[in-house]
């Protein structure tokens, strides 16, 4: 996409928008602080492509002799605009524009009516859109194998009072909150869940909730409020006595 803009106040410039599968390299020169894109981008090659020589493009040549280099990439994959990568190397991405000729002092050679966009070479790639992170895995949930410790009984009775004797306009949240701390109990395997859910109503019922929003939106709390627990099952500290409180 390209588009006019005001490069000062006497003239105008062109500028076409990086993204969808296309990003350029901008090589600087004739900054203040002597850094110059063209040799930084050559130690970059040097040092990260593996001896293959890099397939070029089209280019853009500045008006203080930098060079943009135009590459493709895969779609699919979000290049950021970047500064600095290297000294007087920066990115031109998603959303970045690129001045191109007939910008004044701008030139085109080639152009992309004469030379196609080569694919970026995959050590670029890792530089400048490396891969996300792996996804952190989920954790694992424990099965319920019984009677309930003195330390989960101790967590039930405690969350089924809050629910219960919560006041008016707080009791969904400590619904919400109740399910969540007890999920991540049933997660670690310390209470069988079906049980809990169904004492969780009853607190629902006696504190007014069901009767003020129905029971409907009740379950739909707690099923919230579980899955949030349940991602994250609950380290149980081990003590030898557990006071009821």
């Known amino acids: 996409m390209a ?6 106040p006497h003239a105008t410039g062109f500028a076409i928008a990086a993204g969808a599968g296309v990003f350029v390299i901008d090589l600087d020169r ?5 850094a110059d894109g063209v040799a930084s981008f050559a130690a970059l090659i040097a040092e990260h492509g593996g001896g293959e020589p890099l397939a070029l493009g089209p280019r853009t040549r500045t008006p203080r002799g930098g060079v943009h280099l135009w590459f493709a990439c895969d779609p699919a994959l979000r290049v950021r605009n970047t500064v600095a990568i290297a000294p007087g190397v920066d ?6 524009l690129a001045t191109v000729a007939p910008s004044p002092g701008y030139r085109w050679e080639p152009s992309p009516w004469e030379r196609d966009l080569p ?4 050590w ?4 400048i859109a490396p891969p996300p992170p792996p996804a952190k895995p989920h954790a694992q949930v424990r099965p319920y194998r019984g009677d309930a410790s003195p330390y989960a009984k101790v967590a039930l009775e405690r969350e089924l009072r809050a629910v219960a004797g919560a006041p008016a306009g707080s009791r ?8 969540a701390s007890l999920g991540s109990l049933c997660a670690a395997g310390m ?3 079906e049980p809990v859910a169904a004492a ?3 607190a629902a019922t006696a504190n007014g909730l069901i009767g003020e929003d129905g029971e409907h939106a009740a379950r739909a709390t707690i099923a919230s409020g579980f899955k949030q627990g349940l991602a994250h099952p609950r380290a149980i500290p081990q003590h030898k006595n557990w006071r009821r409180v």
């Open 3 to 8: 588009a006019l803009f005001a490069d000062a």
């Open 30 to 34: 004739g900054h203040a602080d002597g």
């Open 91 to 96: 990115v031109r991405g998603d959303g970045g």
């Open 119 to 122: 694919p970026a070479p995959a």
């Open 124 to 127: 670029l790639l890792r530089l």
């Open 172 to 179: 969904n949240a400590a619904l919400f909150k109740a399910a």
């Open 191 to 193: 209470l069988p869940a």
């Open 200 to 202: 969780l109503l009853e």
